[in-house]
């Protein structure tokens, strides 16, 4: 099976693994300590069903949705994953141009290989950046200024992530800092050759987009990451938020909330919008659901910003799902990762495609014209026995 031949997420999952060493597809598939949040993120969606109206006339559609004043033509964005340029190269530019392509968020994460101006350069108006603030405010002073200069209008600040992460998987496998790679592990790198031949004719291991014109000169990749691991991740409290929500002019949205009273003193700090997350399972594994979290944070700010949602994503009918339950926005993260190792551009656009059309054709089913109109009473209970384990979702408290 080729990247163009993928039916589903699925597919393109099973595509990237065959492609990239275990090392690095490892460290896209990992989640900390054992491993739990990943699956149940996937899984919290199947605890809802969707309930249809038929005989609705349904051929036109509208998967559209307006965030910060404009409009997107899907309900989902691509999500930031750090060192995507590793695992494919250019696979900032590739995400970037597949945003374009489909009128979609695209965030750059702090931690990516590409320069934030050259990815701005691709899709101006589709570039939100993700940043991992230093310990130095002056540096997280100037990436600010580097990207507003360069056109971006959101910012997204991760709060859930305060001390490094307990991925077991990755430092059994030696790829932590510094890297300890045993040899096993460069045999088996090996027998995956195309990925070895274009890490080998770009350069080899690539250095760090935002981050490099900080660290000392002449600073080798290695060292400038190094450099970013002695500043992040930097302890954020309440006072830093307000400091950065002073500096920064345009929309701050924060990711990884899932504390409605979190949410209810961002949204009194002025900041513009809210992820809720648990950052695919990559940041604690105790972690809540964010599917679950969703509908009291939603009520916490009462619709005075949007509260968006990722994690776990791999269907249309996902998306349905977390629009349905009070979700403004959706973002994905390793759905579109898969595609981009699988197949490149042609691998990115179609994990995007794949989702636009599983929206698409899920709007069709249920009988609903448009995802905005989407709210609780589109949704059923899997099991309707479970209904107390299960966070309210009647239409009152939900939208
Ligand atoms: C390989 C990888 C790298 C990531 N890097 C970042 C990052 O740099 N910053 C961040 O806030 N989240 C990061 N995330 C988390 C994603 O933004 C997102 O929260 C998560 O992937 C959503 O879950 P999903 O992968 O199931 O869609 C990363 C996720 C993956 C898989």
Not at 202 to 207: A, H, M, Q, R, Y
Not at 283 to 288: F, I, N
Not at 298 to 325: F, N, Q, Y
């Amino acid at each position: 099976m080729r990247a163009a031949d993928a039916l589903s997420i699925a597919d393109l999952h099973t595509l990237a693994k065959r492609r990239l060493p275990r090392i690095l597809f490892d460290c896209i598939e990992s989640g900390t300590e054992d491993e739990t949040a990943l699956a149940l993120n996937e899984a919290s969606f199947g605890h809802y069903r969707l309930m249809p109206r038929h005989l609705v006339d349904v051929r036109r559609r509208d998967a559209g949705l307006t965030l910060f004043g404009r409009r997107y033509a899907q309900p989902f964005g691509i999500g930031p994953t750090g060192f995507a340029g590793l695992f494919r190269v250019d696979a900032d530019a590739i995400l970037a141009r597949s945003a374009l392509t489909a009128d979609i968020p695209f965030v750059l994460s702090g931690a990516s290989v590409a320069r934030p101006e050259a990815v701005a350069a691709v899709a101006p108006a589709h570039l939100w950046y993700h940043l991992y603030a230093a310990r130095d405010p002056a540096i997280s002073a100037d990436i600010m200024r580097r990207v507003s200069g360069a056109g971006v209008e959101v910012l997204v600040l991760t709060v859930d992530n305060p001390v490094p992460a307990k991925r077991e998987r990755d430092i059994r496998n030696g790829f932590a800092l510094p890297l300890r790679l045993k040899p096993s592990i460069l045999l088996e790198a090996l027998t995956h050759p195309g990925w070895v031949i274009d890490y080998l004719r770009s350069g080899g291991l690539p250095g760090m987009g935002s981050w490099a014109d900080y660290a000392p000169p002449g600073a080798g990749p290695a060292e400038i990451g190094q450099f970013f691991r002695s500043h992040s991740p930097s302890i954020q409290d309440w006072d830093d938020l307000a400091r950065m929500r002073a500096q920064w002019r345009g929309r701050l949205v924060l990711k990884g909330i899932q504390n409605p009273d979190d949410a209810r003193r961002a949204l009194a700090l002025g900041v513009d919008g809210i992820i809720v997350s648990n950052h695919g399972g990559k940041a604690y594994d105790m972690l809540p659901l964010p599917l679950f979290s969703l509908p009291a944070v939603k009520a916490a700010v009462g619709g005075r910003i949007p509260v968006m949602l990722d994690g776990g994503i791999r269907r249309g009918s996902d998306i349905l799902v977390a629009c349905a339950l009070g979700a403004d926005f959706v973002f994905v993260g390793r759905a579109t990762l898969y595609g981009v190792v699988a197949g490149g551009q042609a691998g990115a656009d179609g994990a995007v495609a794949i989702l636009a059309d599983e929206v698409d054709r899920g709007l069709a089913m249920i009988g609903c014209p448009a995802v905005a109109d989407l709210d609780a009473r589109w949704l059923t209970q899997t099991h309707p026995g479970s209904a107390a384990t299960l966070p309210p979702f009647d239409a009152e408290t939900v939208r």
